[in-house]
């Protein structure tokens, strides 16, 4: 039972943050800044308009649609009356969105202008019982319908427990059908106490978020825990490299999240040595690790980053390796959060001494209360005493840092050796002329598989497979060194800036 005065209901922390800030900025989106008292009354409005329409606590309320502000004030409207929120990838097709809405049950759902042709095909097999489209041109933001506008604003927020579902957030479902995990009022705050514990956070911070926020790292690395903090948000659509350079300068950004090749793709852009980054109190990179030449470029700007480690399911910092170990403890994805607990196991979920390699285990109330409609899933994935199983291959050094080896589904098994690609990869991005690398598995007859390296050279350079294990033989031993070598012009990577290997699987069976 909640202690009095005590509430766990994030919208209602969010419009409670419009009552004590009102005349702060809120949001910038295209040149368009919002206060605190501004979006707190559209977020009560729409709450409205919702609970007009039938939506209860429990319900789902879904939107498909690029990064806008509609967005957040739909989720914080749900919320707003206990519903829980399911945000869509733009991406999907119609067939994968369908199976989504349908598995989650959503009750309403808002779609973006452009995303309706996408969608409105399958509308006669949707659950939905309520459909809105957006209107998302910049300056209009009334993205349902007029009575919007006259609907008499939610005069309070449902009180939630910490346990209440807040957001089902669909996992990316690269093998199998993707499930939703469930995360709570509370998974949402404690994350973000996390977070503030290892890299701070004031009402005076400048946040830029340029990651969809249909992924785990865009919504809430830092953007539901801006508007809790009373900071500004500075929302993009979408990621542009050069847009986001000019916003750092324009808005006097401090923080911004982002996957490392973002980073890399802004330091190659012709306005990156001009730009004035002094604004800039740190910048949090998930995803992969920063390479140590991006480290150096950044830093040469005083510029440093708080690199994270984490998932959807744990919402999602896991590990956090502040800016003072970025280079010392190269490699690693950090210490767990002062919330939190990791350990590696084996495959007797024993856990392992320092050094040795097993299973990223992660405990705290950041973890998601399981996967929704899934029982068994969220069983095979959370044991009895509560310790999230990553999927992930890791260990811990004496001092406790956390290093990934890889996904244990991505462990290639050559001459009955295993072989982690992110050790390969590392290696391999130390050659000058190598701009992306991912290492794979491809059968062979010989090995069973093969060590594959699938390259994006910079412009105007080339490589030979001979040049290639010449380089890297004496940091790696010999069955390590890839056997075979495939030159593309760019990885496929999802919206959060992961390597998509499936697909690079699938290209090259071909």
């Known amino acids: 039972m909640n202690k009095p005065g005590t509430e766990f209901n994030i919208a209602a922390i969010m419009l409670r943050r419009a009552q004590l800030s009102p005349g702060r900025r809120a949001l910038v989106f295209e040149d368009v800044e919002t206060s605190y008292a501004e979006f707190g009354d559209r977020v009560r409005r729409q709450a409205s308009l919702f609970r007009k329409c039938g939506v209860c606590v429990g319900d789902r309320v879904g939107y498909l649609g690029f990064n806008h502000p509609a967005l957040l004030e739909t989720m914080f409207a749900a919320q707003a009356l206990g519903a829980i929120f399911v945000p869509l990838n733009f991406r999907l097709t119609a067939e994968e969105l369908t199976f989504i809405i349908n598995d989650a049950g959503v009750h309403t759902l808002v779609v973006d202008d452009t995303l309706r042709k996408v969608i409105e095909p399958a509308r006669e097999r949707l659950c939905t019982r309520e459909y809105f489209t957006s209107e998302s041109a910049a300056d209009n933001w009334r993205h349902l319908p007029a009575e919007r506008a006259a609907a008499e604003p939610l005069a309070a927020a449902v009180s939630m427990d910490q346990h209440d579902v807040a957001i089902i957030m669909y996992t990316s479902g690269t093998t199998g059908l993707p499930k939703g995990a469930m995360l709570t009022h509370g998974n949402i705050l404690w994350n973000n106490i996390n977070a503030m514990m290892a890299f701070g956070g004031t009402s005076e911070d400048v946040i830029l978020t340029a990651a969809p926020l249909f992924h785990i790292g865009g919504l809430n690395v830092m953007t539901i825990g801006s508007f809790h903090t009373g900071s500004t948000l500075v929302l993009l659509r979408g990621f542009d490299a050069g847009q986001a350079l000019s916003n750092?300068?324009?808005?006097?950004?401090?923080?911004?999240?982002?996957?490392?090749?973002?980073?890399?793709?802004?330091?190659?852009?012709?306005?990156?040595?001009?730009?004035?980054?002094?604004?800039?109190?740190?910048?949090?990179?998930?995803?992969?690790?920063?390479?140590?030449?991006?480290?150096?470029?950044?830093?040469?700007?005083?510029?440093?980053?708080?690199?994270?480690?984490?998932?959807?399911?744990?919402?999602?910092?896991?590990?956090?390796?502040?800016?003072?170990?970025?280079?010392?403890?190269?490699?690693?994805?950090?210490?767990?959060?002062?919330?939190?607990?990791?350990?590696?196991?084996?495959?007797?979920?024993?856990?392992?001494?320092?050094?040795?390699?097993?299973?990223?285990?992660?405990?705290?109330?950041?973890?998601?209360?399981?996967?929704?409609?899934?029982?068994?899933?969220?069983?095979?994935?959370?044991?009895?005493?509560?310790?999230?199983?990553?999927?992930?291959?890791?260990?811990?050094?004496?001092?406790?840092?956390?290093?990934?080896?890889?996904?244990?589904?991505?462990?290639?098994?050559?001459?009955?050796?295993?072989?982690?690609?992110?050790?390969?990869?590392?290696?391999?991005?130390?050659?000058?002329?190598?701009?992306?690398?991912?290492?794979?598995?491809?059968?062979?007859?010989?090995?069973?598989?093969?060590?594959?390296?699938?390259?994006?050279?910079?412009?105007?350079?080339?490589?030979?497979?001979?040049?290639?294990?010449?380089?890297?033989?004496?940091?790696?031993?010999?069955?390590?060194?890839?056997?075979?070598?495939?030159?593309?012009?760019?990885?496929?990577?999802?919206?959060?800036?992961?390597?998509?290997?499936?697909?690079?699987?699938?290209?090259?069976?071909?």
């Open 248 to 510: 750092i300068e324009r808005y006097g950004v401090t923080h911004m999240f982002g996957a490392p090749a973002m980073f890399l793709f802004m330091s190659q852009q012709p306005q990156f040595a001009e730009t004035d980054l002094s604004s800039i109190v740190t910048i949090i990179c998930g995803a992969a690790p920063v390479p140590e030449s991006l480290i150096e470029l950044y830093g040469k700007r005083d510029v440093s980053f708080c690199q994270g480690y984490g998932l959807t399911e744990t919402a999602p910092f896991a590990a956090f390796l502040t800016p003072e170990f970025g280079v010392s403890k190269l490699g690693s994805a950090g210490q767990a959060p002062l919330f939190s607990e990791t350990r590696i196991v084996d495959n007797d979920n024993r856990e392992v001494a320092p050094g040795e390699r097993g299973e990223i285990c992660l405990r705290g109330p950041n973890i998601m209360k399981g996967y929704w409609n899934r029982p068994e899933a969220t069983a095979a994935a959370i044991d009895d005493e509560g310790w999230f199983h990553s999927g992930d291959v890791g260990y811990v050094d004496d001092e406790g840092f956390l290093f990934i080896c890889d996904r244990l589904k991505d462990m290639v098994i050559s001459g009955g050796e295993n072989v982690y690609p992110a050790e390969v990869e590392s290696v391999l991005y130390r050659h000058d002329h190598i701009a992306e690398v991912a290492v794979l598995g491809l059968p062979d007859e010989k090995w069973g598989e093969a060590v594959t390296a699938v390259v994006a050279l910079h412009e105007g350079k080339e490589l030979t497979l001979e040049e290639l294990r010449a380089f890297a033989e004496p940091f790696l031993a010999r069955y390590k060194l890839p056997l075979r070598l495939h030159v593309v012009e760019a990885l496929p990577r999802n919206p959060a800036g992961k390597v998509l290997k499936f697909v690079l699987k699938e290209e090259l069976l071909d």
